[in-house]
């Protein structure tokens, strides 16, 4: 599991959780929310699929640091990791 393999699953659940937003061009700084137009509901979607695919737990009190695409492959690769995912996996 590398960095790249994060951030494609993390683009792939946007994909799923919210169809219309156009992925081609988003940025690993800028807030994922301001990028694709996503609401609240869009972001716990993420969430819930990470745990429903990948058996990954995220508190409420970490959301922040899933704000941004930088934030989500900081966050997740380590726990990724830890449960042993397979990116082909979800």
């Known amino acids: 599991m590398s960095p790249k393999d994060v ?15 156009d992925l081609s061009d988003v940025k690993e700084e800028e807030p ?6 996503m609401d609240s509901m869009d972001f716990l979607d993420i969430v819930m ?5 990948f058996k990954i737990e995220v508190p409420k009190e970490d959301y922040p640091q899933l704000a941004t695409l930088a934030g989500c492959v900081s966050y997740l690769l380590p726990r990724f990791l830890a449960v042993g995912a397979d990116a082909t996996t979800g």
């Open 49 to 53: 699929e990470l745990r429903k695919r």
């Open 7 to 21: 951030k494609d699953i993390v683009l792939n659940i946007i994909s799923t959780v919210s169809p219309d937003a």
């Open 32 to 37: 994922l929310r301001d990028q694709l137009d």
